[in-house]
């Protein structure tokens, strides 16, 4: 079946350091790949996504881009602060809309 | 802005209670999800519904049933809570992306 794999965390880093946490999955057919991201204490908020082979998706600073060919999201920030320490999922589904496929989540831990 | 709220933030039950999450969507979205989340397993889908009084068992059903009586709302329910259900649990709604709530996190001693 369809599966998404994630970098461990966690990941440690200082202000203003360049991010990545690599993201593969395994599809059938052609699926809708995501980012969400934790806050403390929160729900899931969408970060980015990417619906079809070398889209990118970016918001607030993040960027990764659908690559069919190493069938791989990568989630990347040039220079990451305080305040985007979190857990970051990547996600898939098959068909817009339907039940997502999340990878195990990876902890972000900036410090000034 | 699209907002999915679920009806409390913490819960503490005992084991063998009969317990009720809701979880309600403000979109008129046909899709509604539950989700439990657990440290180093990530989510896990436990149903879903893509319609009114419509249900379909997800990857960890065993143990929840749910409802679906309005299009709003998608109840979960634990017909007898046990101690390795305590966990966050998570609803979302979606037309093409989906929306979650802040999660119920269920303690069940």
């Known amino acids: 079946g369809d599966s998404v794999t994630q970098m461990e965390g966690p990941v440690t880093l200082s202000e203003e350091a360049f991010l990545t946490i690599n993201c593969t999955y395994t599809a059938t057919g052609y699926p809708s790949l995501f980012w969400y991201v934790q806050y403390p204490g929160e729900g899931l908020q969408l970060l980015l996504k990417a619906t079809k082979a070398d889209d990118k998706g970016s918001n607030k600073g993040f960027e990764a881009t659908y690559r069919k060919e190493t069938t791989s999201f990568h989630l990347e920030k040039g220079s990451v602060q305080v305040s985007d320490s979190a857990v970051y999922f990547c996600a898939l589904s098959a068909k817009a809309g339907t039940a997502l496929i999340f990878g195990k989540g990876t902890t972000l831990s900036v410090s000034s | 802005d699209v907002k999915v709220t679920q009806s409390s933030r913490y819960l503490v039950k005992r084991t063998g209670e009969k317990v009720f999450l809701e979880c309600v969507q403000d979109?008129?979205?046909?899709?509604m999800f539950w989700y439990r989340q657990d440290p180093g397993l990530g989510l896990r889908l436990i149903y879903f519904?893509?319609?009114?009084?419509?249900?379909e068992k997800g990857d960890i059903p065993e143990g929840y049933s749910v409802s679906r009586e309005k299009k709003e709302r998608f109840s979960l329910i634990l017909e007898s809570a046990s101690t390795n259900q305590t966990s966050m649990y998570l609803c979302?709604?979606?037309?093409?992306?989906?929306?979650f709530g802040p999660g119920t996190r269920l303690l069940v001693l």
């Open positions: 979302a709604s979606s037309a093409e992306t989906q929306y």
């Open positions: 979109m008129d979205h046909e899709n």
């Open positions: 519904s893509y319609d009114v009084k419509m249900k």
